[in-house]
């Protein structure tokens, strides 16, 4: 597989879960010609699955293979890429307190940072993790 880059980071996000592949598909289909870019493909296909493993509490080992995933692109050089995960992710995960908690038990720790520092440009209150 190619190198990670900001534009092809919906074919990385296939790649490493692969159970999003048909609705990635059908995403870009929809586009056609244009290119709907990685923060739509993260926040319409990546977000509500996430969002769906986590209220339901299954499948830890695909809760933990996407969060894997985006440590490494929180940690990735290019900014852009960074920004996907900080943005697009951990944004929407802190709109709900309770799905926060959960999601932090699984983040490592530079998406853990990005949430932070998400929740306090929001103020919103750190979700601490069930123990």
């Known amino acids: 597989m190619t190198e990670i880059k900001f534009d092809n980071l919906g074919e990385h996000l296939v790649t490493a879960i692969p159970e999003l592949r048909s609705q990635y598909e059908s995403e870009l289909e929809w586009w056609g010609d244009e290119q709907s870019g990685a923060h739509i493909i993260f926040g319409d296909i990546l977000n509500p699955y996430l969002i769906s493993l986590l209220e339901l509490g299954d499948r830890e080992d695909t809760i933990k293979r996407i969060f894997a995933f985006l440590e490494q692109l929180a940690?990735?050089?290019?900014?852009?890429?960074?920004?996907v995960v900080a943005?697009?992710?951990?944004?929407?995960?802190?709109?709900?307190?309770?799905?926060?908690?959960?999601?932090?038990?699984?983040?490592?720790?530079?998406?853990?940072?990005?949430?932070?520092?998400?929740?306090?440009?929001w103020g919103?209150?750190?979700?601490?993790?069930?123990?």
């Open 75 to 83: 940690n990735h050089e290019d900014t852009q890429i960074q920004e």
């Open 87 to 121: 943005v697009t992710v951990c944004e929407r995960l802190g709109d709900n307190k309770n799905l926060l908690a959960k999601a932090r038990q699984y983040m490592g720790n530079t998406t853990l940072c990005f949430s932070d520092q998400i929740e306090e440009f």
């Open 124 to 131: 919103r209150e750190k979700a601490i993790a069930p123990l």
